[in-house]
């Protein structure tokens, strides 16, 4: 694909995260139409997407159901993008004319995925839901965990399936934590051998035209997930972190924009979820260590989000969840609260000083038994996907 004309590539998706998708894509539609119209015309036809499934529980769909301005098929209407495969949202009897092509009715449905594989199918955007297995289950062979159909005779894997098309594709996007980063199926355990796209392509030493675009949460975003879609149909490569995330998205901390954080700054701890006003902190929120703009954009049209309607942040976005950092749930996170500039030595000083008191407290608990150096660091380090440079930060 090609880089589109008038907006600033740069800032296009920021605009989009402060207009909010559905604004954005109305105020271009007609230029987005004009760039899918000529990337359409060289391809000889719509801009093709296929939606992979791989292990998940169909949440990231589900979560697509929900986006409401646009909602889900207007913003296909009006990106003009030709969704060929989305097992999801298809009916058993999706037919495009396969049956008289010579395929049975059992692997009907999914034909356009195979022929997008395996045949001279277009794949230009290739979207992932799911986690790749890796892993090979008794008697059988590496990635038997997840098979999406058989292909002359043979059972295809989603994990072979995932590198045909990625390779082929001109963007692939991993929507959702398991596909950006292995999320629950890749929780402590994994016995199926679940990881991330990026590693799963990595270890199969499969390249891609772009770097990954990842989308974490469980699930994402619908309206980041439409935007980042808007963002590279037009033909911007949007700008990625060092994790491969669109940094419009995934910049900011939860806690730096959180509804509950003039609590935290006085030391208003809440002692139970039905707080309506309280910080979560002893709960064990991961607000502090999670970088999403969750309290910035909201989710179901600007509605709310997690520390707002009431439980906590779970970490659903960090690279690591549903493993330590982000577990066990109901854990403090293990941080000093640095807003006040506390070390070690300064609380004896601070804890004498009206509310500042009752965060020294909290910091004096969760810096027992830390190096002064540990308990200095401002924020814990969050991983790198594997093989990924720190030049980015
Ligand atoms: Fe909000 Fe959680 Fe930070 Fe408290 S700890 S201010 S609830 S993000």
Redesign the pocket.
């Known amino acids: 694909m090609r880089r589109g004309p008038g907006l600033n590539r740069r800032d296009f998706l920021k605009l989009c995260a402060v207009m909010g998708v559905g604004a954005v894509v109305t105020l271009y539609s007609s230029e987005i139409k004009r760039v899918v119209g000529q990337i359409a015309e060289e391809s000889g036809g719509k801009i093709h997407l296929i939606w992979l499934t791989l292990a998940s529980e169909t949440g990231c769909t589900i979560s697509m159901l929900q986006a409401s301005d646009p909602d889900l098929i207007e913003a296909v209407e009006k990106l003009s993008v030709s969704v060929d495969f989305w097992k999801a949202l298809m009916t058993p009897d999706y037919d495009l004319g396969w049956v008289s092509a010579g395929y049975t009715r059992e692997d009907l449905s999914q034909v356009p995925l195979l022929n997008a594989a395996f045949g001279d199918a277009p794949v230009d955007v290739l979207v992932v839901e799911g986690a790749p297995q890796l892993g090979a289950p008794t008697g059988g062979s590496p990635g038997d965990f997840c098979t999406v159909g058989k292909y002359n005779g043979s059972t295809v894997t989603g994990y072979e399936i995932l590198q045909r098309l990625a390779a082929k594709a001109s963007y692939v996007i991993a929507v959702g934590q398991c596909s950006s980063f292995g999320g629950i199926p890749a929780g402590k355990g994994n016995v199926t051998e679940a990881v991330s796209v990026t590693e799963a392509l990595r270890t199969a030493a499969v390249t891609t035209k772009r770097p990954i675009i990842n989308i974490p949460g469980c699930p994402a975003n619908p309206d980041w997930t439409l935007v980042t879609l808007a963002t590279v149909l037009q033909g911007f490569d949007p700008d990625l972190d060092e994790l491969g995330r669109p940094k419009a998205f995934f910049s900011s901390y939860?806690?730096d924009n959180?509804p509950?954080?003039d609590?935290?700054n006085r030391g208003q701890m809440a002692k139970a979820f039905d707080d309506p006003v309280g910080?979560?902190?002893d709960l064990g929120?991961k607000?502090?260590i999670t970088q999403s703009a969750c309290a910035k954009t909201k989710w179901n049209s600007g509605t709310s989000f997690c520390?707002q309607a009431g439980p906590?942040?779970w970490g659903c976005m960090h690279p690591n969840f549903p493993d330590p950092p982000t577990s066990g749930f109901f854990s403090p996170v293990e941080l000093t609260p640095t807003f006040v500039g506390l070390t070690v030595d300064d609380v004896g000083e601070v804890a004498a000083a009206g509310t500042a008191g009752v965060l020294a407290v909290h910091a004096i608990r969760r810096t027992l038994g830390k190096t002064k150096e540990e308990a200095n660091s401002p924020r814990q380090k969050e991983p790198q996907q594997p093989g990924q440079s720190q030049e980015a930060e």
């Open positions: 939860i806690h959180c509950r954080r609590a935290y910080c979560f902190w929120c607000g502090p520390t906590m942040c």
